[in-house]
Each structure stands twice: as C-alpha cells, then as structure tokens.
C-alpha cells in the first residue's frame, strides 16, 4: 500500500493525511483511472455509501455516477461544524 501524505481531502477540504482513491474499482479495473485525495473519514464514507448504492459493481458507468453523486453531497465535517456552530448562535 502506499504511504499517506498531507495534502487537502478532495470532499472535505480538510488538510490531512490522504490516500489516493481511485474512482473506479481498482481490483475490477486495474491501478489506471482517475483517482482521488481523500481524508480516512471520507475515503470510509464513500465506500459505505457505494456498498449501499452499487447495482452492479462491475458496471463502469455506475460507479462514476454514483462518485459524482456523493462528490457533490455535503461534506461530513461541514455538516457537523455548522450543526456546532447554529447550536451556539441560537
């Protein structure tokens, strides 16, 4: 496996130790493809929702769908700072 860096998380914005995820399955279609920074938190995240999300796992097309789909939801860490912070203000 290769080693974590710092760099920012692809979802979450935050700056942390990263892994490269790539888009689509790497032990259906190989190492090349695009791929991804993300945050452990996110990287976890993203396969819990694809496990729930996934008809076929071996469909291309599907996948992609289903990362542009979560790509574009809210971020955890946001979700949960701004729960933080309208708890305060109110």
Known sequence: MKEAKKDFCEKCGNYFYT??????????????GKTAELCPNCHTHFHEYSKQKT????????????WATWLKTIAITFTIAAIGWFAAVA
């Open 55 to 66: 008809t076929d796992p071996k469909d291309a097309v599907e996948a992609e769908k289903i």
């Open 19 to 32: 892994h490269s995820h790539h888009i689509l399955p790497k032990a259906i279609y190989g190492k090349k």
